[in-house]
């Protein structure tokens, strides 16, 4: 291994084209992360040169604090031209002048026939560098990036990724909820056609219901399939366990296909709650047009995270138990296109009048057609599938129906009937 870094040195000592600049920035800029957190420094190389770019290679070191930041590996580094990776080498030197970045690892690439990197598609990512937050660190820490050599005029670039290192959260949440909108009971997952046709966006939608989170979320978790694919945003609040309608904290979040509550950030399936002491608090699930949530009781919070899932029919929930029932799963109920808490399919505020406005008054709904496919991200797609559509196959109102005729208490199948949702008001959002 150390034979091939101190090769890919020799060879990076080779002409390379006078004036060429080598430019390399990190994918993310800066990041907040908490202790024990997984933080990937992934570096994208560009270059400003007079001969199409091309060079022999680039030979990078990685500095970073070993204090803050345990170094876990390397993986997707490009392939053209690739060496292995080295081992981690104290930056006795202080290559880059930051006396905190006291390691490096090296990483590098070689072209003898100088044609790296072998492609005009610039700018490149060269791979991830994986590293863990050490547990007790709290503050600024940097990764910098120094060029093994720049012979011949090159000269390199680079900026920066900054990490502001906060405490672990004292709460952390495992949360469990499915959609029944989004809900295919052949697959035993959720829809995740708002992910698959590029309308999730990426950040946090709750603007709207005077919630003022910056939750954003990655084009790498956007891209991901499969079961742990994001569905859609869900909303999951702290309240007071005297009363379980004070909010205490909240936090946007992603549902996965399979129910999971992702940190829209990171992808992991532990929600933590900064800034929020253990203790004991009722824990809320709310969607855009879902029935929210409340868990039957106040749950004991702490650092190692509780579970509360609220798709399986042991799992008490506060009040009356408005839950969609299929087979051996529960389900938020969907149909709450106007998010006050109630499902109305007839007379004043219903949910079914939304739907059928939203679609009448597009402004490319030319005819006014009754039976158009308005496409987008909007509350009045009440399934989930990327289209508000008030007649026809896969409309957004049949559940909703469904939902009303269908409730326990609507002893005369009414229409008018009103499913009330059994998530306690808190404050100005219902
Ligand atoms: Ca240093
Ligand atoms: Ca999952
Ligand atoms: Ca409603
Ligand atoms: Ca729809």
């Known amino acids: 291994m150390k034979h ?73 580094l490009f392939a053209y031209g690739v060496q292995p990776a080295g081992e981690v080498m104290v930056d006795t030197e202080d290559f880059d002048a930051d006396a905190t970045t006291d390691r490096y ?92 046709n590029g309308l999730l966006p990426m950040s946090q939608p709750y603007s709207a219901w005077g919630y003022a989170g910056n939750e954003t979320t990655t084009a790498a978790l956007l891209a991901t399939t499969g079961a742990d694919a994001p569905v859609d945003w869900v909303l999951v609040e702290l309240r007071d366990k005297a009363d379980g309608k004070t909010l205490l904290a909240s936090k946007a979040a992603l549902v996965q296909r399979d129910g999971d509550v992702m940190d829209a950030t990171t992808g992991s399936n532990t929600l933590g709650f900064a800034g929020v002491a253990a203790g004991n608090y009722y824990v809320a699930l709310r969607h855009r047009n879902h029935l929210g949530l409340l868990s039957a009781t106040a749950l004991s919070l702490s650092a190692t995270p509780t579970t509360l899932d609220f798709s399986q029919a042991t799992t008490q929930v506060y009040g009356k138990d408005v839950r969609s029932v299929q087979g051996s799963v529960r389900l938020l109920p969907t149909g709450d296109a106007n998010h006050d808490n109630k499902l109305i399919a007839g007379g004043l505020n219903n949910d079914k009048n939304i739907v059928l406005s939203k679609v009448l008054t597009d402004p490319s709904n ?7 496919q308005l496409q987008g991200y909007y509350d009045s797609d009440l ?16 559940t909703l129906l469904a939902n009303i005729l269908l409730a326990p208490d609507n002893t005369t199948t009414s229409t008018n009937y009103i499913l009330l949702g059994s998530l306690p008001a808190s404050g100005s959002t219902p």
């Open 105 to 196: 690892v090296i990483l590098a690439w070689v072209d003898v026939m100088a044609q790296w990197p072998g492609t005009d598609e610039l700018p490149l990512t060269l791979g991830a560098v994986s590293f863990e937050v050490k547990n007790g660190f709290v503050g600024t820490t940097y990764l910098r990036t120094t060029a093994i050599d720049t012979a011949d005029g090159a000269a390199f670039q680079s900026t920066p990724m900054q990490l502001d290192c906060t405490a672990a959260p004292q709460v952390a949440l495992k949360l469990k909820g499915l959609l029944q909108g989004a809900y295919v009971s052949v697959d035993g997952l959720m829809r995740d056609s708002l992910r698959s």
């Open 366 to 372: 030319l005819d006014i057609r009754t039976n158009f």
């Open 383 to 398: 399934n989930l599938d990327g289209k508000t559509l008030y007649v026809g196959l896969d409309n957004d109102i049949n």
């Open 4 to 76: 091939s870094v101190s090769l890919a040195i020799a060879l990076l000592s080779l002409a390379m084209p006078v004036d060429a600049t080598q430019i390399i920035t990190p994918a993310e800029a800066s990041r907040v992360v908490s202790s024990g957190s997984v933080v990937t420094f992934a570096p994208v190389y560009r270059v400003l040169a007079p001969e199409q770019g091309l060079e022999t290679g680039l030979g990078l070191r990685v500095h970073f604090n070993a204090s803050a930041l345990q170094f876990n590996g390397v993986s997707g």
